[in-house]
């Protein structure tokens, strides 16, 4: 297909660290994964590198160890990847499955995003800042992505649920994806910040 077919093993993107989680599900058949969904999770919120998302979506969260925690008590979720502050990716689900990142959610005139999208969550405070190194790895991982299924749509969790959601917020900076030569087919949201 391209370069980037190469990048795959399956649904698998090989530059990731693979850790499957058992929270996912088939895709409904026939279904077109053309939506990219981008999120911003930290946890404890602010606290960076603390291996507490790879344990959450691992089910392997340690509720008791900080008070935040025990609001996420049997929450089963998880998302395709995590990309954290430094830039390592981590790959918790096939992106031929259905993983549990968007939740009641509409976008392109569609019911439950989580058919049909990949989730991609960003290491950082909802609102905040990311890291260069962040941008980077999320645009090589998009481009990926396009090279592997008819994706169209990039969109935040606040664009496909906007009444509950706010990540990864404004300070999420659109232009980086929004003006790279390799993504110019792809639409973003109309909202979107300009940086
Ligand atoms: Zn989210």
Same mark, same amino acid.
Request: glycine share 10%; charged share 20%.
């Given at each position: 297909?391209?370069?980037?077919?190469?990048?795959?093993?399956?649904?698998?993107?090989?530059? +990731?660290?693979?850790?499957?989680?058992?929270?996912?599900?088939?895709?409904?058949? &026939?279904?077109? #994964?053309?939506? /990219?969904? !981008?999120?911003? =999770?930290?946890?404890?919120? &602010?606290?960076?590198?603390?291996?507490?998302?790879?344990?959450?979506? !691992?089910?392997?969260?340690?509720?008791?160890?900080?008070?935040?925690? +025990?609001? !996420?008590?049997?929450?089963?979720?998880?998302? $395709?990847?995590? =990309?954290?502050?430094?830039? $390592?990716?981590?790959?918790?689900?096939?992106?031929?499955? @259905?993983?549990? $990142?968007?939740? #009641?959610?509409?976008?392109?005139?569609?019911?439950?995003?989580?058919?049909?999208? =990949?989730?991609?969550? /960003?290491? &950082?405070?909802?609102?905040?800042?990311?890291?260069? &190194?962040?941008?980077?790895?999320? /645009?090589? !991982?998009?481009?990926?992505?396009?090279?592997?299924?008819?994706?169209?749509?990039?969109?935040?969790?606040?664009? =496909? +649920?906007? $009444? @509950?959601?706010?990540?990864?917020?404004?300070?999420?900076?659109?232009?980086?994806?929004?003006?790279?030569?390799?993504?110019?087919? /792809?639409?973003?949201?109309?909202?979107?910040?300009?940086?």
């Amino acid at each position: 297909m391209s370069v980037f077919s190469d990048a795959w093993e399956g649904g698998w993107y090989r530059p +990731a660290q693979r850790e499957p989680s058992p929270n996912f599900g088939i895709r409904p058949p &026939g279904t077109e #994964v053309d939506l /990219l969904v !981008l999120h911003s =999770i930290s946890l404890p919120p &602010g606290e960076f590198g603390t291996g507490c998302v790879r344990d959450f979506f !691992l089910n392997r969260l340690d509720c008791s160890a900080h008070p935040y925690f +025990a609001g !996420l008590q049997g929450v089963q979720v998880s998302a $395709h990847f995590f =990309i954290e502050r430094s830039g $390592h990716v981590w790959q918790f689900v096939d992106c031929d499955a @259905r993983a549990w $990142h968007a939740g #009641v959610s509409r976008y392109r005139g569609r019911d439950n995003c989580n058919d049909d999208s =990949i989730g991609v969550e /960003l290491e &950082g405070l909802e609102g905040g800042q990311f890291e260069p &190194g962040q941008y980077h790895v999320l /645009l090589r !991982l998009t481009e990926a992505v396009r090279a592997r299924y008819p994706l169209r749509y990039v969109a935040g969790h606040e664009h =496909i +649920a906007p $009444h @509950r959601k706010a990540d990864p917020g404004p300070g999420f900076d659109w232009t980086v994806l929004r003006t790279a030569q390799s993504l110019a087919d /792809l639409q973003f949201p109309h909202q979107a910040n300009s940086g």
